[in-house]
């Protein structure tokens, strides 16, 4: 069985940091794209960055703040996000790309939990 | 970025009634290379991750029941649940994934509820 699991959240000022992570076990992690997407409280979801085959891209609302990246070698996908905001206040959850080397990004198949990120003084 | 917009934002229907969620794009999402459709919907029941339901418009994914089934092209589509059961309350997302430079974008959502 699939399973990704975040880890990572945290209540932090705004301007702070914060490094998440996404582990995950059953499968062959280095074949997929992966991704993150946050659900603000009693919001919709918001699409935040994808990686995959060495190419990482962005929502314009976290380019040049956040950062994602991957170790094949553990199974874990990583979002640094730097110079937080009250807006990215939110539940950041791990996708996984349901097709592995068609050299496009496909739908989310499989879905952490999430991990809450509160941004507040 | 290609917006997604659904209709209705809540819909309440009987059980054993048909419930139908509508979606559209502000764009085509259809590739005309191989006529696939590069839209998605999401079921995210109370405090659960959102679950793939339906990829390409109308594929439904391994162990999703029958009774969900996806339609449309281009830039029109609809979610369908043919017989409502108590398990079917959640929020219903619509997803695309046209771009092959990922930059994908959601609907809002729709709130399924019981009459």
Same mark, same amino acid.
């Given at each position: 069985?699939?399973?990704?699991?975040?880890?990572?959240? +945290?209540? #932090? $000022?705004?301007?702070? !940091?914060?490094?998440?992570?996404?582990?995950?076990?059953?499968?062959?992690?280095?074949?997929?794209?992966?991704?993150?997407?946050?659900?603000?409280?009693?919001?919709?979801?918001?699409?935040?960055?994808?990686?995959?085959?060495?190419?990482?891209?962005?929502?314009?609302?976290?380019?040049?703040?956040?950062?994602?990246?991957?170790?094949?070698?553990?199974?874990?996908? %990583?979002?640094?996000?730097?110079?937080?905001?009250?807006? +990215?206040?939110?539940?950041?959850?791990?996708?996984? +790309?349901?097709?592995?080397?068609?050299?496009?990004?496909?739908?989310?198949?499989?879905?952490?939990?999430?991990?809450?990120?509160? #941004?507040?003084? | +970025?290609?917006?997604?917009?659904?209709?209705?934002?809540?819909?309440?229907? !009987?059980?054993?009634?048909?419930?139908?969620?509508?979606?559209? !794009?502000?764009?085509?999402?259809?590739? !005309?290379?191989?006529?696939?459709?590069?839209?998605?919907?999401?079921?995210?029941?109370?405090?659960?991750?959102?679950?793939?339901?339906? %990829?390409?418009?109308?594929?439904?994914?391994?162990?999703?029941?029958?009774?969900?089934?996806?339609?449309?092209?281009?830039?029109?589509?609809?979610?369908?649940?043919?017989?409502?059961?108590?398990?079917? #309350?959640?929020?219903?997302?619509?997803?695309?994934?046209?771009?092959?430079?990922?930059? %994908?974008?959601?609907? $809002?959502?729709?709130?399924?509820?019981?009459?």
């Amino acid at each position: 069985e699939v399973q990704l699991l975040e880890s990572g959240g +945290d209540l #932090v $000022q705004p301007g702070g !940091s914060l490094r998440l992570s996404c582990a995950t076990s059953g499968l062959t992690f280095s074949i997929y794209a992966m991704s993150w997407v946050r659900q603000a409280p009693g919001k919709g979801l918001e699409w935040v960055a994808s990686i995959g085959g060495g190419d990482t891209y962005y929502a314009e609302s976290v380019k040049g703040r956040f950062t994602i990246s991957r170790d094949d070698s553990k199974g874990t996908s %990583y979002l640094q996000l730097n110079s937080l905001r009250t807006e +990215d206040t939110a539940l950041y959850f791990c996708a996984k +790309d349901q097709v592995a080397g068609n050299g496009r990004y496909d739908a989310f198949d499989i879905w952490g939990q999430g991990t809450m990120v509160t #941004v507040s003084s | +970025d290609i917006v997604m917009t659904q209709s209705p934002d809540s819909l309440a229907v !009987s059980l054993g009634e048909r419930a139908t969620i509508n979606c559209k !794009s502000s764009q085509s999402v259809l590739d !005309s290379s191989n006529s696939k459709n590069y839209l998605a919907w999401y079921q995210q029941r109370p405090g659960q991750p959102p679950r793939l339901l339906i %990829y390409w418009a109308s594929t439904r994914e391994s162990g999703v029941p029958d009774r969900f089934s996806g339609s449309g092209s281009g830039t029109d589509f609809t979610l369908t649940i043919s017989s409502l059961q108590a398990e079917d #309350v959640a929020v219903y997302y619509c997803q695309q994934y046209y771009n092959s430079r990922p930059r %994908y974008t959601f609907g $809002q959502g729709t709130k399924l509820e019981i009459k």
